[in-house]
């Protein structure tokens, strides 16, 4: 499935404006899974005397959208995990079809100067199949792809051509999505029928892992720990939580009028049932979960 399907995905306007706001809305949570946990163990993987020895440091990144992942990745991997950037030529490829998202991400980094200032930045306007299809055999110390499997026509073959022609030896594949019972999960299974415009390609953990098997692939999975604020959608009008349901749904008009009142009534008691309340700056909130499901594919050298 490619993102030629998803109407939504291809309003690349009003793709990154309900995303930033759908994003706002996960806090801190994501920074510190890719501190605490990520970072730590693609130190472990790369970090060895003949790797210490190398001048340059690379980076492919698939569908970044407007960077917020990579941001967080790169502060991660200068404070956390010095010994694999330091000294070294930092090139960060990105790959992403979406011409305002890269637009919002150089913003974003030209903001921020510090470490960002030293990396070499590579603007790859693409889609992930295009790019892996034609781009030369260069290689790269890591490559991800987060929450972008669900856009690719067949995963398995998205996943060998990155391991076997642009991926270092050693190196490292990053792949995220939505782990058991991750609120996106469980829509998709609930009104995949229903509601045409969900992405139905939940790809998950434990079909990434077979892959892993079939290819003989060393690999680990560990789930990241995340929830989400839903309140705004249940506030009538509130145009933030329109905006949240918009994205949930990947619907780009009126959703009522796009789906039907009825199925809205139940997409909202559906997201009611999976609800619970917890105390945020001294107000009762709503949160769904939102944990993600972490592979890391290994290639040693």
């Given at each position: 499935?490619?993102?030629?399907?998803?109407?939504?995905?291809?309003?690349?306007?009003?793709?990154?404006?309900?995303?930033?706001i759908?994003?706002?809305?996960?806090?801190k949570?994501?920074a510190?899974?890719?501190?605490?946990k990520?970072?730590?163990?693609?130190?472990d993987?790369?970090?060895?005397?003949?790797?210490?020895?190398?001048?340059e440091?690379?980076?492919?990144?698939?569908?970044?959208?407007?960077?917020s992942?990579?941001?967080?990745?790169?502060?991660?991997?200068?404070?956390?995990?010095?010994?694999?950037?330091?000294?070294?030529?930092v090139?960060?490829?990105?790959?992403?079809?979406?011409?305002?998202?890269i637009?919002?991400?150089?913003?974003?980094?030209?903001t921020?100067?510090?470490?960002?200032?030293?990396?070499?930045?590579?603007?790859i306007?693409?889609?992930?199949?295009?790019?892996?299809?034609?781009?030369?055999p260069e290689?790269y110390?890591?490559?991800?792809f987060?929450?972008?499997?669900?856009?690719?026509?067949?995963?398995e073959?998205?996943?060998?051509?990155a391991y076997?022609?642009?991926?270092?030896?050693p190196g490292?594949?990053?792949?995220v999505?939505a782990?058991?019972?991750?609120?996106?999960r469980?829509?998709v299974?609930?009104?995949?029928?229903?509601?045409?415009?969900?992405?139905?390609?939940?790809?998950k953990?434990?079909?990434l892992?077979e892959?892993c098997?079939?290819?003989?692939?060393e690999?680990?999975?560990?789930?990241?720990?995340?929830?989400?604020?839903?309140?705004?959608?249940?506030?009538?009008?509130?145009?933030?939580?329109?905006?949240?349901?918009l994205?949930?749904l990947?619907?780009?008009?009126?959703?009522k009028?796009?789906?039907?009142?009825?199925?809205?009534?139940?997409?909202?008691?559906?997201?009611?049932?999976?609800?619970w309340?917890?105390?945020?700056?001294g107000?009762k909130?709503?949160f769904v979960?939102e944990?993600?499901?972490?592979?890391?594919?290994?290639?040693?050298?």
């Amino acid at each position: 499935m490619s993102t030629k399907d998803f109407k939504f995905v291809e309003k690349h306007q009003e793709y990154v404006d309900t995303f930033q706001i759908f994003s706002r809305h996960r806090g801190k949570q994501q920074a510190v899974w890719v501190e605490n946990k990520l970072v730590e163990r693609l130190r472990d993987v790369l970090q060895r005397d003949y790797f210490s020895r190398t001048t340059e440091f690379k980076v492919l990144a698939f569908g970044t959208n407007v960077g917020s992942f990579d941001t967080l990745l790169i502060k991660a991997l200068f404070s956390h995990a010095k010994e694999l950037v330091e000294g070294k030529q930092v090139t960060y490829t990105v790959i992403e079809p979406n011409t305002v998202a890269i637009d919002e991400f150089k913003r974003n980094i030209s903001t921020q100067g510090g470490v960002f200032q030293n990396i070499k930045f590579n603007w790859i306007n693409k889609r992930m199949e295009e790019f892996l299809e034609t781009k030369g055999p260069e290689r790269y110390d890591l490559i991800q792809f987060v929450h972008v499997l669900y856009y690719a026509e067949n995963e398995e073959e998205l996943l060998k051509t990155a391991y076997e022609k642009f991926l270092a030896s050693p190196g490292c594949i990053l792949a995220v999505c939505a782990a058991e019972g991750n609120i996106w999960r469980l829509l998709v299974e609930s009104f995949k029928l229903k509601i045409p415009s969900l992405i139905v390609n939940q790809v998950k953990n434990v079909e990434l892992s077979e892959i892993c098997k079939r290819n003989q692939w060393e690999h680990r999975i560990f789930d990241a720990k995340m929830d989400l604020e839903v309140t705004d959608i249940f506030n009538e009008g509130d145009p933030i939580g329109k905006a949240m349901l918009l994205f949930f749904l990947h619907v780009d008009e009126e959703p009522k009028e796009k789906l039907g009142k009825e199925i809205i009534l139940e997409v909202m008691e559906f997201l009611k049932r999976m609800s619970w309340e917890k105390i945020k700056d001294g107000k009762k909130r709503l949160f769904v979960n939102e944990d993600d499901g972490i592979l890391l594919i290994y290639k040693r050298s």
